[in-house]
């Protein structure tokens, strides 16, 4: 199931796709946690190794930032998510929370040149209370996930961005995925209080099996909720309550969906067998079969 709208996953015509065009996209909607195995695969198709070399440069820092790619400066325990929003360029990137900028190698995973950064005062402390409850419910909601929140300011308006990425990478049980989502919002802070703005989310979902099959569900929600401007504290809560409902919906929505599927669509693709709840052995079917015929004779 394919219902994911995101930029990064536009669909063309294969046609009119040049080689070049063709590695990028396949190393683009790799499955979560499985880049490396896709890049195997690549190079065992097109047999061009400079090529892919080159593709692989160019599509790697998008793809761990589409990704919302964790990673840890050292000395520090919280993670920071790789995102446009906190890109510098040049593979420089900030992380907020320790007030540090890093340079990141999305070759080898390496990060080095942390520096000292000043973040803006005007949108420091609405992003500090947000982060504070963003990452309290990035804990209690995703374990293993991790949280950042980034801001930037303008003349008259800052804006706020909360992202999410939570995943499970089940190599030996041939299953990976990764939940994520991004949610954003911008005001002036100096208008008068209980300002109404939109909070905008995308939340995307994508779960690869692969075991005797291979099956991807890949999916997303875009998402608007509007918010009352007062104080940093109140701003922080109203938008982590938000997020917290328009995502348990959108879980059980998913659940719901899935269940449905697996009463009905799963099952019309299935040989009308009796239920045993086992895998069918073919070869001893096969073998059964000719003894028959060969009792009969």
């Known amino acids: 199931m394919d219902t994911d709208d995101n930029s990064d996953d536009q669909r063309i015509d294969e046609s009119d796709r040049t080689p070049a065009e063709m590695v990028s996209s396949f190393l683009m909607h790799a499955p979560p946690g499985e880049f490396p195995e896709v890049l195997d695969d690549v190079k065992n198709i097109v ?22 790619t964790p990673i840890k400066i050292e ?63 990035t804990k209690e909601h995703y374990p293993e996930g991790a949280g950042s929140v980034f801001s930037k300011s303008g003349e008259v308006e800052v804006t ?4 999410l990425e939570g ?22 802070p ?12 995308l939340i995307r979902l994508h779960v690869h099996y692969y075991e005797d099959g291979n099956v991807q569900l ?7 909720r509007s918010i009352s401007i007062n104080n940093p504290e109140q701003v922080s809560k109203d938008i982590v309550d938000a997020v917290e409902k328009l ?20 099952k019309a693709l299935r040989r009308p067998l009796p239920v045993i709840r086992s895998k069918i052995e073919w070869n001893k079917l096969m073998g059964y079969k000719i003894g028959s015929e060969l009792k009969q004779q």
């Open 167 to 188: 995943h499970q990478f089940q190599p030996k049980k041939f299953w990976n995925g990764r939940w994520r989502s991004v949610w954003s919002i911008t005001f002036n």
């Open 75 to 137: 000395d520090f325990e919280h993670p920071v998510i790789l995102s446009v929003f906190n890109d510098l360029g040049d593979g420089k990137f900030v992380d907020p929370r320790s007030k540090k900028t890093f340079r990141y190698d999305h070759m080898t995973g390496i990060v080095s040149d942390v520096a000292d950064w000043q973040p803006d005062a005007t949108a420091e402390p609405w992003r500090i209370a947000l982060e504070n409850d963003w990452l309290s419910y």
């Open 247 to 266: 995502e348990s919906d959108y879980q059980r929505a998913i659940s719901e969906n899935y269940q449905t599927m697996s009463d009905t669509t799963f």
């Open 160 to 163: 706020l961005n909360a992202c």
């Open 47 to 68: 047999r061009d190794d400079k090529l892919v070399e080159e593709q692989v440069s160019k599509v790697l820092p998008k793809y761990n930032k589409s990704q919302l």
């Open 190 to 201: 100096n208008q008068q209080k209980d300002q109404q703005v939109e909070l905008r989310g």
């Open 218 to 224: 890949v999916s997303s929600r875009r998402c608007e």
